[in-house]
């Protein structure tokens, strides 16, 4: 890719959304997946500064896979993404209400569930149903045809149900 | 619960923060800030990603870009080839200077190269001894042309070759201890390449070159003959201490060469000396005195030489090869005193026998053969 600063903009709006939402899955705070954010695209600058990239999708996940391994062996202490302690004291207070927290148990459960899915359909279904977009998006995001999305997403929500039920 | 159900609950959970729900545009700025301090881009997102259309800078920028792609690796090859074929012009350049030339010294260090890498010492004795031969060349192509310095240029290339076969010797005697069954293979290589400089040296066109030339040929000449008995002193002293049919088979080979060579020498000799006595019976006698007590002297001195020949070739038969070349230098160095005083008695003769040349008679202008005949009137 050339140095074009202007595509390159164009193309964080596009897919920030997509890399942060994948990074805040696996990461213990916000503050984590926004620098893990800032890290995977400045890592993807360089690499595409430099070589010709064909899916930037692909290497945007790629890249973000390696920083979260890199955060985790970095800390050199386990963070246990069942408990997601650091999320649930961003999300609740000590005053919230019986909804409340039934939504901070099925957020970890949701949590706990897509990190247990292999890649492809973790990442299939936060595109499709946490990011909102369409098939041919999420097809095209994950470089498949259409219906071989379908097929994978099909799949994905069983799994996910089946990980989710008590 | 049902599939339906798992969609639902994921949709409804799209904005919850540990999902990645709360990147509004904030924090999609303050990512791209950091991003953007660290690679140099514009600060701002919106402004880095703009709305205005590219310039035709920016596709020349582009074109430029995709371009290098293929063209690197072009330009790389294409500066290899450059390399490569520059060097082979410079090398065969080299290959044909002379002492004194800018790509000279170039052309020596290749042959420095060439003897650092050869792997053994008979590989350095053929390497020296082709070395000498190409000195040899240089010299004799020095003495053709009319170049500057060319006296000092001819030294030069003398010298080298007197260098040159040097360590050729010195590689044979290092061979001799280190692996004589090699000894008469490598000496039979330096013998040939001693044979061809004789040959070159014959070659060398004398005949209007100064006496500084004339004196480097000299020197040359002398340096191949001392190269010459050198390898077969090496020869003989390997064969007296291993008797290997090998050196036996190159001794006999160079003692044949080198008997040939004194015979023709001494008929030569022989010849001039009778030439010099016929020429100076006509002269007066107290003119013709000097000159026939010159030739008288050079046959007396020829007398022993067709003995020594005869017993040279008998010891070498008997296998004495030592005293065989030994007696072979001595009827060379009997040769060497009569040729030189014949030589001095012949441009004596001839510098007084010098008249000024007649002019040829001019031959009346003959008849026109091709006028046509005239008729008879009628």
């Known amino acids: 890719m050339h140095r074009d600063e202007r595509a390159y903009a164009r193309l964080y709006q596009l897919y920030v959304d997509r ?3 994948f990074l805040a899955a696996k990461l213990p705070t916000a503050a984590d997946a926004h620098d893990a954010a800032a890290t995977v695209f400045l890592r993807a600058w360089n690499y595409c500064t430099s070589t010709q990239v064909d899916h930037l999708s ?3 996940h790629t890249v973000a896979r390696g920083v979260i391994a890199e955060f985790y062996r970095q800390r050199r202490e386990t963070v246990s993404l069942d408990e997601d302690s ?3 004291d961003t999300l609740s207070d000590g005053s919230a209400g019986a909804q409340q927290v039934q939504r901070d148990v099925d957020v970890s459960l949701v949590r706990r569930a897509l990190n247990a899915l292999p890649p492809d359909q973790a990442r299939a279904l936060s595109l499709r149903y946490l ?6 998006a999420v097809a095209a995001d994950l470089k498949r045809s259409v219906n071989a999305t379908n097929v994978l997403l099909y799949r994905a929500v069983r799994s996910l149900r089946k990980l989710m039920e008590p | 619960m049902t599939d339906h159900d798992v969609k639902n609950l994921l949709r409804s959970l799209r904005d919850e923060p540990a999902l990645g729900g709360s990147f509004g545009d904030r924090a999609q700025k303050d990512v791209w800030a950091s991003v953007a301090q660290q690679a140099g881009l514009s600060a701002s997102v919106k402004d880095a990603a703009g709305t205005s259309a590219y310039t035709l800078a920016d596709y020349l920028d582009y074109a430029a870009h995709e371009t290098r792609a293929f063209l690197r690796p072009m330009a790389a090859a294409a500066g290899a080839a450059g390399l490569v074929l520059s060097g082979w012009v410079t090398t065969v350049s080299a290959g044909n200077s002379l002492p004194g030339d800018v790509l000279y010294p170039m052309k020596l260090a290749g042959e420095r190269v060439q003897i650092r890498l050869a792997g053994t010492p008979k590989d350095r004795v053929r390497l020296h001894a082709a070395f000498a031969e190409r000195r040899m060349q240089e010299a004799v192509e020095i003495t053709a042309k009319d170049v500057p310095y060319r006296t000092d240029r001819m030294r030069t290339a003398v010298a080298s070759m007197k260098g040159e076969l040097d360590s050729a010797h010195g590689e044979l005697a290092a061979l001799q201890v280190s692996a004589p069954e090699l000894v008469a293979e490598a000496a039979a290589v330096l013998a040939r390449k ?11 066109p004398v005949s209007d070159a100064s006496e500084a030339v004339l004196q480097e040929v000299a020197v040359a000449r ?8 050198q ?10 201490q291993y008797e290997q049919a090998v050196t036996s088979e190159e001794l006999q080979r160079n003692f044949r060469r080198e008997y040939q060579r004194t015979a023709v020498r001494f008929t030569t000799a022989r010849s001039r000396a009778a030439v010099l006595r016929e020429a100076v019976a006509a002269l007066p006698a107290e003119e013709a005195g000097s000159y026939l007590a010159a030739a008288n002297q050079a046959v007396t001195e020829l007398l022993p030489l067709d003995k020594l020949l005869a017993d040279a070739m008998n010891v070498m038969a008997a296998g004495g090869y030592r005293r065989a070349f030994d007696l072979l230098a001595q009827a060379g160095n009997i040769l060497n005193g009569v040729e030189g005083e014949l030589a001095a008695q012949e441009i004596q003769y001839t510098a007084g026998r010098m008249v000024e040349p007649e002019r040829p008679v001019e031959a009346p202008p003959e008849e026109p053969t091709d006028v046509p005949e005239t008729t008879e009137a009628p």
């Open chain 1, 19 to 21: 890399i942060y939402r």
């Open chain 2, 222 to 229: 002398e340096t191949v003959k001392q190269a010459e008995t």
């Open chain 2, 194 to 204: 001693t044979e061809a400089l004789n040959v070159l040296l014959e070659q060398a």
């Open chain 1, 131 to 136: 990011s909102d977009l369409p098939i041919s």
């Open chain 1, 86 to 88: 650091s999320w649930k």
């Open chain 1, 58 to 60: 692909g290497l945007l």
């Open chain 2, 231 to 240: 390898t077969v002193s090496t020869l003989v002293e390997t064969h007296e």
